[in-house]
């Protein structure tokens, strides 16, 4: 029962960023947003897609495992750290990547302090996600996928936003 609880609201959280994104990627554009790194985007829905199915499909392969009340809490702790890192970008938060020609880049909240908070918590998320239910084989093949993917995405990031001076 947990776990059909927790997947559930995990999923319900992917969607609504989905959903946020998509609302703010109409906003960007109206400001004159250019998007950035078109290519690497759909391995990255399919790598996030395939890490929930991922989960599924280890937890009922291994016979259902229980729940480990403290990664569920650093679970939490990362959540809270990411509604910061999100709430900090406002409109500027996309799954993808956008630069409004003449805008600075975000400094406030975590970003006064990290270059790439947003990236750092998704390397949690990936990690502890399923060590909540001890889905160590998961845990494991998608941190390595998301450090392959993040450090695509983090190149391009960083040269969009490269002649752009603090």
Not at 22 to 46: C, D
Not at 83 to 112: C, D, E, H, M, Q
Not at 134 to 157: D, G, K, P, Q, W
Request: glycine content about 4%; aromatic content about 16%.
């Amino acid at each position: 029962m947990y776990f059909t609880i927790f997947i559930s609201l995990l999923i319900i959280q992917r969607l609504s960023e989905l959903l946020i994104a998509r609302r703010n990627e109409k906003w960007l554009l109206s400001q004159g947003a250019v998007q950035y790194g078109q290519s690497h985007y759909p391995f990255m829905i399919a790598m996030h897609t395939l890490f929930i199915v991922s989960i599924i499909a280890e937890y009922n392969l291994r016979g259902r495992t229980e729940i480990s009340w403290i990664f569920l809490g650093i679970f939490l702790a990362v959540l809270l750290f990411k509604f910061w890192a999100l709430s900090s970008l406002g409109k500027y938060w996309n799954t993808k990547i956008y630069r409004i020609p003449g805008v600075y880049p975000v400094k406030r909240g975590p970003y006064k302090f990290l270059k790439h908070p947003n990236y750092m918590e998704v390397v949690c998320e990936i990690a502890f996600i399923p060590l909540v239910f001890h889905l160590y084989y998961t845990a494991v093949i998608f941190t390595v996928l998301n450090a392959a993917m993040l450090s695509v995405r983090i190149t391009v990031e960083n040269k969009v936003w490269a002649d752009v001076r603090d």
